[in-house]
């Protein structure tokens, strides 16, 4: 057992509003500048549609992420170093600029200083790229917002492509039939990144001590083989600098102990950070198994409990301190991913086991049963109604399980029986056991589990321990960091990586080491 740790997100969509805040404090903080004009670390899609960049779930075009060969190993569905070799130059399975979109501002000036005259002025489109006037816009990050359920976008949606025959009239995208939900999206800074394998100068790497997939500037060449290779299509090219920029899970906030951006400033308060312990010499097994459908729950027999004695004792051997052990110990991630089991991880026929997971919208159902006049929160409603429920399972399925619908139909009752048990406690009615036994929980786990989705304050959903401080205050030399862990002569960033900081799982021919 080789324990390591990762901080990971988790995501309730159940609770997301479509307020794209995340996506604004996101480019604020960091693509606010010449060269990433196009670029969003954090975006939020509306499903069904067609995403960002466009159809970017359509792995048979962009040849993202990792394939099983007969032999039951894993390559790169884009190929391997001979593949990449007879591409530097032209890479056909890169998303051009119009799948992302053309990025523009206005021709303002044009208002204020157009000379007098008859003719109306205007303010024209202009191209971020080129300063060229734009004749139109047709797309944009967000184009399908609120719109992705309707007939337009939504029958382009790759995942409606793949289960259409499967489920039929179910998905109709009439009007009075259409669904829709928020998806927000990141790098998932993955257990097995295909992006850091892809890369041929050695540039991206994964951090040691907290799991962060960084892109080393000073390495990076620019063969932009890490877009290709990430099938979530969350790593960039900046035009300006010729290098390649991601997410960086906002790591100099992580390594002083606050949490990311996007999180704190989430309006619906539907993202939750926390330790997750695993075991790395499960990883590429897990990876690996034959049957896509078993991928969750093998990545689930990664995870270690760190309340395990002898788990916690294979950490402190490993180099993980107590303020970690801790924070894994009290860490809501795990709570949802591995106690509860209602958080899933995003497309895991990937492969790359994802660390940024999901918990599956069940708000419509609700809607659904109240709207026939029935009580909308009662247990026996909604667990019969969960199979008509408007969004399909099949489809939530495809995104979130491989297609096995069966974690999904759990993970949704078990929501239902929360919002059933808890609705009598509210009333003053006596507490209903049973509801919580038809879901394998006890009512005192229900009522945690409520407070943890439901009326959780920040530090019980943001649980992130700072990086090791005596490492970072022994290279700063004599100049120690002060009590809040800032500094601007001795950047945390720098100073708290730590010794072996840049390690890769095994899976990777280019690996990094410090």
């Not at 990449?84 to 032209?90: C, D, E, H, M, T």
């Not at 997939?213 to 390495?219: A, F, S, T």
């Not at 002898?310 to 801790?326: K, Y």
Request: hydrophobic content about 40%; aromatic content about 8%; proline content about 7%.
């Amino acid at each position: 057992m080789r324990v390591m740790a990762q901080v990971a997100m988790v995501m309730n969509l159940d609770k997301c509003i479509g307020c794209h805040t995340c996506s604004v404090t996101c480019k604020q903080a960091w693509t606010n500048r010449q060269g990433t004009e196009y670029v969003w670390f954090n975006n939020v899609e509306t499903l069904p549609g067609q995403g960002y960049p466009r159809r970017w779930e359509d792995q048979e075009r962009w040849k993202g992420g990792w394939e099983r060969t007969r032999s039951g190993r894993l390559r790169l569905r884009a190929g391997g170093r001979l593949a990449k070799l007879g591409k530097l130059f032209a890479n056909p399975d890169l998303p051009e600029i119009s799948d992302y979109y053309q990025p523009w501002t206005y021709d303002y000036k044009n208002l204020t200083e157009a000379p007098a005259g008859e003719d109306l002025p205007t303010a024209r489109p202009v191209s971020q790229l080129t300063g060229e006037p734009m004749d139109t816009v047709t797309w944009g990050p967000n184009w399908d917002d609120n719109l992705g359920g309707g007939p337009e976008h939504a029958p382009k949606d790759p995942v409606v492509e793949r289960i259409r025959d499967k489920v039929g009239e179910r998905i109709r995208f009439e009007f009075e039939q259409s669904f829709m939900f928020y998806l927000p999206r990141l790098c998932e800074h993955c257990l097995n990144p295909a992006c850091v394998s892809s890369c041929p100068s050695g540039a991206m790497y994964k951090r040691e001590e907290d799991g962060i997939v960084l892109v080393d500037q000073d390495r990076c060449r620019g063969w932009r083989m890490c877009v290709t290779g990430c099938p979530y299509k969350k790593v960039y090219f900046n035009h300006a600098t010729g290098k390649a920029e991601k997410c960086t899970f906002c790591f100099p906030r992580i390594e002083v102990g606050m949490p990311t951006v996007c999180s704190e400033t989430c309006v619906g308060r539907m993202r939750y950070l926390g330790v997750m312990l695993y075991d790395a010499d499960k990883v590429a097994e897990a990876a690996s198994v034959e049957d896509e459908h078993d991928l969750y729950p093998a990545q689930l027999e990664c995870f270690l409990d760190p309340h395990d004695p002898q788990v916690a004792a294979a950490a402190r051997a490993a180099g993980l301190t107590e303020e970690w052990l801790d924070a894994a110990r009290r860490s809501p991630v795990y709570d949802l991913i591995a106690t509860y089991q209602v958080a899933l991880p995003l497309h895991p026929e990937y492969r790359t086991m994802p660390m940024v997971w999901y918990v599956p919208p069940l708000s419509p159902v609700v809607d659904a049963v109240a709207a026939t006049g029935r009580d909308g929160e009662d247990a026996g409603n909604l667990f019969g109604a969960i199979d008509a429920l408007r969004i399909p399972v099949e489809y939530l399925a495809e995104i979130l399980t491989a297609g096995d619908a069966y974690p999904v139909e759990a993970v949704l009752r078990r929501m239902a029986a929360m919002r059933a048990y808890m609705r009598r406690i509210n009333l003053g009615e006596e507490r209903d056991e049973v509801i919580a036994k038809a879901v394998g929980l006890t009512g005192a786990e229900m009522e945690d589990m409520f407070r943890l989705l439901a009326i959780a304050k920040q530090e019980d959903r943001f649980v992130v321990p700072s990086a090791a401080r005596a490492d970072a205050e022994e290279l700063a030399g004599s100049h120690p960091l002060p009590a809040d862990g800032v500094d601007a002569g001795c950047p945390v960033a720098d100073a708290a990586a730590g010794p072996g900081s840049r390690v890769l799982l095994n899976l990777s021919p280019a690996r990094r080491t410090s």
